[in-house]
């Protein structure tokens, strides 16, 4: 009985072991230009007669347990390679495609294909995405490509436009059965001039939500093995594609293939004007430094690095992200703001007002913000929100967002002060100043300063602030240790 336990346990552990190897799929690639339009259509793709990759693996989020039926959901992808791009091909089968719910940054709360990739398969252990990796979510919306979103590796940010800046074009289009979606990815972005005999790392997810309200999505359907899914920002657990087989292109497929970069949605199209000839060679190289300092964390090198292109609209956000990661914090909201100013469409200028609220808040929540800002995270978001609404003042949710950091504040240290004291010299509003010094008076209480937060509770209580800071002042002197 005993040898019998044994061996079924090692038999699991030899099957949990198995389910995790690398598969690794045969594809092909081609030295001529792929007669392939970015608009979602798959018919062009029938004519190369490509394998099919199932996409068989299933993870609930949600409390149920089994993975839905084939008519429900399942998937399957192509993909193929020339000597300038790499092309992959989603077929989705969904029996509700719910799309349209979220703004930039939350498409993938919807139904979506993500396809994550690794150029080089360097250190695939690696916690995070290095210049040759990345993450592209096509989102859809009325039959039609909406945008494309995916983390910039490096960055804790999704920038509009981004990968379309970068060369990245996709389609999108509904089915009788569900939808299709087609993304081509410049070699130039996997850090490759040609696929021939040469292998990449693949994730291909179909994110699943059948709430046709704002809901959270309900399931992945995966080509990989990623229990705990991590493809979003790490490559441990993509499976590998070999670009092994030459193929010629049918005579019959061959037409004007300049269509294949035309793919882009309007406000995309504005930013790429902006931004002057998207797919030269400065731009990728600009780009490829920017990637290698942002892996190592050279936060000040990569925003130097941007500088060619830094007279564009589209590099602010670049811009004002990085400076965030760097704790410059007063150049990282000048450059969002007028990047929200300036930019051509309300997705970019939504971004970039979401993106600094959000980013603050994370700050206060998130242990992996603390970490970044060592134990100073309320004095931060404090000052990025007063920096920000000193140019947009009526930015409600902003607002609210500074009250929430200066009332979670509590033990401070000398920087964190320093931060307090900028705001008042500079506040957004005068009323900002009295939450300002009762965060002060409550981390010098914190820290055992009791002197201190006496006489600034004693200056609160008798100013002009209004009823609930003088309440909480007076809360600081109540709660004063009784003198020894």
């Given at each position: 009985?005993?040898?019998?336990?044994?061996l079924?346990?090692?038999?699991?552990?030899?099957?949990?072991?198995?389910?995790a190897?690398?598969?690794?799929?045969?594809?092909?690639?081609?030295?001529?230009?792929?007669?392939?339009?970015?608009?979602?259509?798959?018919a062009?793709?029938?004519?190369?007669?490509?394998?099919k990759?199932?996409l068989?693996?299933?993870?609930?989020?949600?409390?149920?347990?089994?993975?839905?039926?084939?008519?429900?959901?399942?998937?399957?992808?192509?993909?193929?390679?020339?000597?300038?791009?790499?092309?992959?091909?989603?077929?989705?089968?969904?029996?509700?495609?719910?799309?349209?719910?979220h703004?930039?940054?939350?498409?993938?709360?919807d139904?979506?294909?993500?396809?994550?990739f690794?150029?080089?398969?360097?250190?695939?252990?690696?916690?995070?995405?290095?210049?040759?990796?990345?993450q592209?979510?096509?989102?859809?919306?009325?039959?039609?490509?909406?945008?494309?979103?995916?983390?910039?590796p490096?960055?804790?940010?999704?920038i509009?436009y981004?990968?379309?800046?970068?060369g990245?074009?996709?389609?999108?289009?509904?089915?009788?059965?569900?939808?299709s979606v087609?993304?081509?990815l410049?070699?130039?972005?996997?850090?490759?001039?040609?696929l021939?005999?040469?292998?990449?790392?693949?994730?291909?997810?179909v994110?699943?939500?059948d709430?046709?309200?704002?809901?959270?999505?309900?399931?992945?359907?995966?080509?990989?093995?990623d229990?705990?899914?991590?493809?979003?920002?790490?490559?441990?657990?993509?499976n590998?594609?070999?670009?092994?087989?030459?193929i010629?292109?049918?005579?019959?497929?061959?037409?004007?293939?300049?269509?294949?970069?035309?793919?882009?949605?309007?406000g995309?199209?504005?930013?790429?004007?902006?931004?002057g000839?998207?797919?030269?060679?400065?731009?990728?190289?600009?780009?490829?430094?920017?990637?290698?300092?942002?892996?190592?964390?050279?936060?000040?090198?990569?925003?130097?690095?941007l500088?060619p292109?830094?007279?564009?609209?589209?590099?602010?956000?670049?811009?004002?992200a990085?400076?965030l990661?760097?704790?410059d914090?007063?150049?990282?909201?000048?450059?969002?703001?007028?990047?929200?100013?300036?930019?051509?469409d309300?997705?970019a200028?939504?971004?970039?007002?979401?993106?600094?609220?959000?980013f603050?808040?994370?700050?206060?929540?998130?242990?992996?913000?603390?970490?970044?800002?060592?134990?100073k995270?309320?004095?931060?978001s404090?000052?990025?929100?007063?920096?920000?609404?000193?140019?947009?003042?009526?930015?409600?949710?902003?607002l609210?967002?500074?009250?929430?950091?200066?009332?979670?504040?509590?033990?401070?240290?000398?920087?964190?002060f320093?931060?307090?004291?900028?705001?008042?010299?500079?506040?957004?509003?005068?009323?900002i100043?009295?939450?300002?010094?009762?965060?002060?008076?409550?981390?010098?209480?914190?820290?055992?300063?009791?002197?201190?937060?006496?006489?600034?509770?004693?200056?609160?209580?008798d100013?002009?602030?209004?009823?609930?800071?003088?309440?909480?002042?007076?809360?600081?002197?109540?709660?004063?240790?009784?003198p020894?």
């Amino acid at each position: 009985m005993k040898r019998s336990v044994l061996l079924a346990v090692w038999c699991m552990s030899c099957a949990a072991v198995a389910s995790a190897q690398v598969q690794v799929s045969e594809a092909k690639y081609t030295d001529a230009a792929a007669p392939l339009v970015m608009d979602g259509d798959l018919a062009e793709w029938d004519a190369l007669s490509l394998p099919k990759i199932g996409l068989d693996r299933y993870q609930s989020l949600t409390n149920e347990s089994s993975a839905p039926a084939s008519g429900d959901l399942s998937g399957w992808f192509s993909c193929i390679a020339d000597n300038s791009n790499l092309y992959v091909a989603v077929n989705v089968t969904d029996d509700v495609v719910v799309t349209g719910n979220h703004e930039y940054g939350r498409g993938w709360m919807d139904d979506v294909v993500e396809v994550c990739f690794d150029g080089d398969l360097l250190n695939t252990s690696k916690d995070s995405f290095d210049v040759n990796d990345g993450q592209v979510i096509v989102v859809g919306e009325n039959g039609a490509l909406k945008w494309l979103e995916g983390l910039v590796p490096g960055l804790i940010a999704q920038i509009p436009y981004y990968w379309d800046a970068r060369g990245v074009r996709a389609g999108y289009r509904l089915t009788d059965t569900g939808y299709s979606v087609e993304i081509m990815l410049p070699m130039e972005i996997l850090g490759k001039t040609s696929l021939a005999g040469q292998r990449i790392g693949l994730n291909v997810r179909v994110l699943e939500d059948d709430n046709q309200a704002a809901g959270n999505t309900q399931g992945v359907l995966s080509w990989a093995y990623d229990p705990e899914l991590t493809s979003s920002w790490k490559t441990e657990r993509y499976n590998q594609v070999a670009f092994n087989e030459l193929i010629e292109i049918p005579q019959s497929a061959v037409y004007d293939t300049t269509t294949n970069t035309t793919a882009v949605s309007v406000g995309a199209q504005e930013m790429i004007i902006d931004l002057g000839s998207t797919d030269t060679q400065t731009l990728q190289s600009v780009m490829t430094t920017v990637h290698e300092k942002l892996h190592a964390k050279e936060w000040t090198g990569a925003i130097d690095a941007l500088e060619p292109v830094g007279e564009h609209i589209w590099a602010k956000s670049m811009m004002g992200a990085t400076a965030l990661h760097n704790k410059d914090f007063k150049n990282a909201v000048a450059w969002l703001d007028e990047y929200a100013v300036q930019a051509g469409d309300g997705i970019a200028r939504d971004w970039a007002l979401n993106y600094l609220r959000e980013f603050v808040l994370d700050m206060i929540f998130s242990e992996k913000y603390k970490l970044l800002f060592e134990r100073k995270p309320f004095a931060v978001s404090a000052y990025v929100l007063n920096e920000h609404l000193r140019r947009f003042p009526a930015d409600t949710q902003a607002l609210s967002a500074l009250h929430a950091s200066l009332a979670s504040s509590d033990t401070l240290d000398a920087d964190s002060f320093t931060l307090f004291e900028e705001i008042v010299h500079s506040p957004a509003s005068p009323d900002i100043v009295y939450d300002v010094k009762l965060a002060v008076a409550r981390g010098h209480y914190c820290n055992g300063d009791f002197d201190r937060a006496k006489q600034l509770a004693e200056e609160l209580v008798d100013s002009g602030a209004d009823s609930r800071v003088i309440l909480d002042a007076r809360m600081i002197l109540m709660s004063m240790p009784s003198p020894q």
